[in-house]
């Protein structure tokens, strides 16, 4: 079926230290793309979007580039905390229909 | 609390019976989004309602069905309940602008 991203992979980072989530998508056509963080028996929740005509967007300690040649998006995350723990997804979208997910990557912050 | 709401938030049935999992919009959104996520997976897209007609259909199985009413809530009825179904069922909601979706805290279902 459709996919988007990685078998869950596990990235563990030192508190303070930045870090770097890789997704690869499939659909050259999408042109939305959000990161989701999911939280241990908690439903997803948004953490940043970005469009196709951009290639790079800030949040608070949030950056999201897009790269649209090599179909690939990645999340930064500045001075990794340990609320920052959880299962990280991005997902894309083609004009708002079906929002479809990766299989996620595990961020783990050591103290 | 995203304003997204979902019973029951457990579930547990045998194999071969019917359950119904509910879900309540936020208000004002006129998009509902169903998920299923297995243990360590990511959330697969099952079906997509906006204002009471559907929208978009991912991988749901034939035994799986799924509506939104007019007050824009919506259920999703899985039939003849097999062990794989165990999962998290999520429901997520929008107001159709955006992709940016609005999750509930999910239904675990689990088939013994």
């Known amino acids: 079926g459709e996919s988007v991203g990685l078998h869950l992979p596990t990235l563990s980072v030192q508190e303070g230290d930045n870090s770097i989530i890789n997704c690869a998508y499939s659909?050259?056509?999408?042109?939305?793309f959000i990161w989701y963080k999911q939280e241990s028996g908690k439903g997803p929740q948004f953490i940043i979007d970005?469009?196709?005509?951009?290639d790079k967007r800030q949040g608070q300690r949030v950056t999201v580039l897009l790269n649209k040649t090599v179909k690939h998006l990645s999340l930064q995350i500045a001075a990794t905390q340990p609320g920052d723990s959880a299962v990280y997804f991005c997902?894309?979208?083609?004009?708002?229909?079906?929002?479809?997910f990766g299989s996620g990557t595990r961020l783990l912050v050591r103290p | 609390d995203s304003g997204v709401t979902q019973t029951p938030k457990h579930l547990i049935t045998a194999t071969g019976q019917r359950v119904t999992l509910r879900c309540s919009p936020r208000?004002?959104?006129?998009?509902v989004y169903w998920y299923q996520q297995s243990l360590d997976q990511g959330l697969q897209f099952l079906i997509q309602?906006?204002?009471?007609?559907?929208?978009a259909k991912g991988n749901i199985l034939e035994r799986f069905s799924a509506q939104q009413f007019p007050d824009l809530h919506s259920e999703l009825n899985l039939s003849s309940l097999e062990l794989g179904d165990s999962a998290l069922y999520f429901c997520?909601?929008?107001?159709?602008?955006?992709?940016?979706?609005?999750f509930g805290e999910g239904s675990r279902l689990t088939v013994l």
């Open positions: 997520a909601s929008s107001g159709g602008g955006t992709g940016e979706l609005f």
């Open positions: 659909n050259s056509a999408s042109d939305y």
């Open positions: 970005i469009r196709s005509n951009m």
């Open positions: 997902a894309e979208t083609q004009s708002s229909y079906k929002l479809i």
């Open positions: 208000s004002g959104d006129l998009s």
């Open positions: 309602y906006y204002n009471g007609e559907e929208r």
